[in-house]
């Protein structure tokens, strides 16, 4: 999503560069049966458009934005998730229309009902990424008043941090102590054949 | 022809299995309107039995979204068989809640676990090594690729093998039959990921002391309370915490 995103703001570049590794943090959330899970591709899509956005009034302040971004993400993928347990709830409704209508004995309209539910998703969806935007830029127009260029190098580790965790989440999905030794193994390798290339 | 037209409407309308989804009944208002052409081909003009049918495939269903494509196969068949007096609608209701548990952990474990993560961190690992817009905008559309081929596979052969085996299918429904998919993709998923590794150990960290030890903490601490089922949120937020600090320790020294 967030290389369109980039394709349709004219920066892939640095769309795509936020996006991969943002979104290399919610692979450890499997979205197992009805586990509530962070909203972490539509967070990852609207913070793309905001580090797009404000990247280059953000240039002399480092790795801020990125920072501040993320933090941003995070915030918006934990109420995109509750927003997707309300629609989930909200569904509920329309399940028991559906059967009482069938009790009623009226001809059952599921397809009607599907289309219901999915437009009503989209609609709302859609109306959250709008504020969340708006949010956002009203966020990152003024926020950088409060910074000094002179804090620059506490975020300086800001990419490294957020790699390592994406790193560390991607792991975690792989289970098992032969495999944690495969991996422990196979990274040594990878920072041996780097640094000899 | 229009048979073929029917299964083709029931593919088409599983890519939107998972709308409606709730807590009372899960997939079930998706999975009954992928089945609808069925309902429809067999009683269109009967209002009683239809409602009958809609009834049934109402009931609580779940199932990985891609994986259903076996069990909208079957039952398919399965429907047919009992709108030809040769099977019973019990058996087609039990047979459904049966394929939940295998549908949900193979599914899960092929695809949430293995596939989605290969495909992610290969990604990753070809936007370190090419730097070229059309080079990493050529990567992108492999990746594509790379994760839709077993997608489509489970789905287009997956409703295919459900129609002709019917009950049998579940015989199918082993992690051993899907095994090649599984151990190509942790492969590359493994490979992937420690090459990234790698590639931000040599290139980002480089010799800088502070940035090994957030990069490494970072991993550490994320990998440590993932496994002990911490808070995601704890996860993601405190390694940024650390390399805040150490920013901060290394301005001061």
């Known amino acids: ?34 586990s509530i899970t962070p909203e972490g591709n539509l967070a990852s899509a609207i913070g793309c458009v905001l580090y797009v956005q404000f990247n280059e009034s953000y240039i002399a302040f480092g790795q801020l934005l990125l920072l501040i971004v993320f933090f941003y993400t995070i915030i918006v993928s934990y109420f995109g998730g509750q927003l997707d347990v309300a629609m989930r709830k909200f569904n509920i409704r329309l399940f028991n229309y559906t059967i009482s209508s069938i009790n009623d004995q009226k001809k059952a309209n599921v397809g009607k009902i599907a289309f219901l539910a999915l437009l009503l998703q989209y609609s709302v969806l859609f109306i959250f990424i709008l504020l969340t935007i708006h949010a956002g830029n009203l966020l990152f127009s003024n926020i950088s008043d409060f910074f000094s260029e002179e804090y620059t190098p506490l975020w300086q580790y ?18 098992g102590r032969d495999l944690k030794k495969i991996i422990l193994a196979v990274s040594i390798f990878g920072l041996i054949l780097f640094k000899i290339i | 022809m229009r048979r073929y037209l029917t299964y083709i409407k029931i593919f088409l309308r599983s890519f939107f299995v998972q709308s409606g989804w709730n807590y009372k009944s899960m997939l079930s208002i998706g999975f ?11 009683y269109k003009n009967d209002i009683v039995k239809y409602n009958q049918f809609v009834r049934r495939h109402l009931g609580f269903f779940n199932a990985h979204p891609y994986f259903t494509a076996y069990a909208l196969g079957a039952i398919t068949r399965l429907e047919e068989d009992v709108a030809r007096n040769k099977g019973s609608e019990v058996q087609v209701e039990r047979f459904k809640n049966a394929l939940i ?9 092929i695809f949430w676990a293995t596939v989605k993560p290969a495909t992610f961190t290969l990604g990753v690992l070809a936007f370190l090594l090419v730097e070229s817009f059309s080079a990493r905008l050529t990567f992108l559309m492999l990746l594509g690729i790379l994760y839709n081929l077993p997608h489509l596979y489970v789905r287009i052969f997956g409703m295919l093998q459900g129609y002709q085996q019917g009950f049998s299918i579940c015989k199918h429904l082993k992690i051993d039959n899907f095994k090649f998919i599984k151990k190509t993709y942790l492969i590359v998923g493994i490979l992937s990921i ?9 290139f980002w960290v480089g010799n800088d002391l502070f940035a090994m030890l957030v990069f490494v903490s970072s991993i550490i601490v994320s990998v440590y309370l993932k496994s002990k089922k911490a808070k995601t949120y704890l996860a993601m937020l405190l390694p940024l915490l650390i390399a805040i600090i150490v920013g901060l320790i290394k301005s001061r020294i």
Do not use: E, H, R
Not at chain 2, 32 to 41: D, E
């Open chain 1, 1 to 34: 999503m967030c290389s369109a995103i980039g394709l349709f703001l004219g920066d892939f570049q640095t769309a795509i560069y936020f996006g991969l590794f943002v979104q290399l943090i919610w692979l450890g959330n499997l979205p197992v049966g009805a």
């Open chain 1, 158 to 175: 800001t990419n490294v941090a957020i790699v390592g965790v994406g790193v560390g989440m991607v792991m975690s999905v792989y289970k």
């Open chain 2, 32 to 42: 009954c309107f992928a089945l609808l052409p069925v309902a429809k081909k067999l």
């Open chain 2, 101 to 109: 548990g295998p549908f949900g952990a193979l599914g899960d474990q």
């Open chain 2, 194 to 202: 420690c090459l990234v590794v790698g590639y931000i150990g040599t």
